[in-house]
């Protein structure tokens, strides 16, 4: 919901990644009115971005909308391969997952018409006075992004092959300090960035998650203070501020779609308490039945005897009618349980005290 909408001469459209570059005159010591980026601003912010995004994971794999800024507070150099250089470590720092590291370097040129020096690492000195600005970024494996600016007619190409060589150089020499820093994305996500699970979803699910006027997922979001987006195709994004408000909706949204199997077991919660049982729910939206003969393995004279609602407790789906009824047991589950007495206990068919117990 983040994405950048871009409204340009071929029409609009949307960017999940972007990188501003910011540029203020105190960087280079001048004194001017703080205004709109100039040429400088949008030239260089362009070259940064477009070296690194190569290297940004796919929307389908990262879901997420990323914001680079660069802010250059003091520039005696190339800025714009210090952004590409520090955006890297930066995206491997929050734990987004790119591809590789990214590193540039600036090679300049000086030459009479006969002899040439190939520079490496401008200095503004050197860049003001030099024939040739030629910066390039990339990876260990190629080049990501490049731009040139000349003052002179033409440069030879045994001059270009060098200077392209001595970049590559830089380059790696660059990316080689920026591992021993931080070498890959960190596993995790950096504590600050929100938090998004996609699931799917069957198509014929979709209205069930929705509900009467949206009125299913409002709730869900209201509970769990979530945003949730769901597709055409099923997908279903939830967007949260901590991976635990995530995973409630996504249990929540799982305890729709989700069909209890008999035979299955749950940590369910005691949501009510009756004479003849609790209803238990086992998942969310869920509830099932859990009768008091099924709760221990003895008699019970009252189910607040062993239970207690709101509390949590281990339960199997013992059976389920036609219209999804769930009947639950606690005592299946303990460790001393023995079928015989069940076996032993039941009362015949029929009987009287069986259908008191029913009521």
Do not use: W
């Amino acid at each position: 919901m983040d994405e950048r909408l871009v409204d340009s001469l071929e029409g609009k459209s949307f960017k999940t990644y972007m990188l501003d570059y910011n540029f203020p005159p105190f960087a280079t010591g001048e004194v001017k009115r703080m205004g709109a980026p100039g040429r400088r601003e949008i030239g260089h912010g362009y070259l940064a971005e477009r070296a690194i995004e190569p290297v940004i994971p796919s929307s389908e794999s990262f879901p997420y909308t990323v914001r680079i800024v660069s802010d250059i507070l003091e520039s005696n150099g190339s800025s714009s391969m210090a952004t590409v250089c520090a955006a890297s470590l930066a995206l491997m720092d929050a734990g987004v997952p790119i591809k590789c590291p990214v590193a540039g370097v600036n090679i300049g040129l000086i030459t009479d018409g006969e002899r040439a020096a190939i520079l490496t690492d401008l200095l503004g000195v050197e860049d003001a006075d030099g024939d040739m600005d030629l910066k390039i970024a990339g990876t260990a494996q190629g080049i990501t992004a490049f731009q040139m600016d000349i003052k002179i007619a033409g440069i030879p190409i045994e001059t270009m092959r060098q200077a392209l060589e001595q970049a590559r150089l830089g380059r790696l020499r660059v990316l080689e300090v920026m591992n021993q820093t931080i070498e890959r994305p960190k596993a995790e996500l950096s504590r600050f960035a929100p938090r998004i699970i996609t699931m799917k979803v069957d198509i014929s699910q979709i209205g069930a998650i929705i509900g009467p006027g949206g009125k299913v997922v409002r709730e869900i979001q209201e509970l769990t203070g979530t945003t949730i987006e769901i597709e055409d195709d099923g997908t279903v994004t939830i967007s949260s501020l901590d991976g635990e408000s995530g995973k409630a909706a996504e249990r929540r949204i799982l305890g729709i779609v989700k069909k209890p199997e008999v035979g299955e077991t749950y940590e369910g919660i005691v949501k009510s308490i009756q004479p003849y049982g609790a209803f238990v729910e086992v998942l969310p939206g869920r509830d099932g039945l859990l009768h008091i003969s099924e709760i221990a393995n003895r008699r019970l004279d009252k189910v607040e005897d062993e239970l207690a609602v709101g509390q949590t407790v281990p339960v199997m789906i013992i059976s389920m009618d036609n219209q999804g009824k769930l009947k639950l047991s606690r005592k299946r589950l303990l460790p001393d349980y023995d079928p015989s007495k069940d076996r032993e206990a039941s009362p015949r068919p029929g009987s009287g005290s069986s259908r008191g117990r029913s009521r």
